[in-house]
């Protein structure tokens, strides 16, 4: 464990680096060249926007995040987020949820959002949690 670091393309210092984290999220790093970016945020109310129906469903508000470490020039991560409720939500209505992300780019995670799939009005708290993999080089 250290700092990997590359010259023209080749690995050298350590074989992994992290995790690494700040106020972005958590990072890791390997010698060949592969990132994992972790990002965990409370998007706020999961009510915010729609009206509660397939064709506007309940959402967040979108939200943008910049990675904890930039992905490599000329590449953009594969990235997934999960969306989750507080666990003391008793009723299944309140806690099926989805998150969505749009063109994640190399330095940002873009319109990032927590989406009800029901039509239950209860206030809660969307949290999205973003798993990112892409090059560093």
């Known amino acids: 464990l250290g700092t990997v670091a590359q010259a023209s393309g080749i690995p050298t210092g350590a074989l992994i680096e992290g995790p690494t984290a700040n106020a972005n999220g958590t990072f890791v790093r390997w010698a060949n060249g592969t990132q994992i970016c972790l990002v965990s945020a ?15 469903a309940y959402r ?35 806690r099926l949820v989805s998150a969505t992300i749009r063109n994640p780019d190399r330095t940002t995670a873009r319109q990032c959002q927590v989406v009800r799939l029901s039509a239950a009005t209860t206030v809660q708290d969307g949290w999205i949690d973003i798993i990112a993999i892409g090059r560093w080089f």
Request: glycine residues 12%; aromatic residues 10%.
């Open 42 to 56: 409370n998007l706020g109310s999961v009510v915010a926007r729609g009206a509660g129906t397939f064709a506007d």
């Open 60 to 94: 967040t508000v979108e939200t943008n995040f910049d990675w904890p470490a930039i992905f490599a020039a000329g590449t953009a991560p594969f990235a997934i987020g999960v969306g989750r409720v507080p666990a003391a939500s008793i009723n299944d209505a309140d």
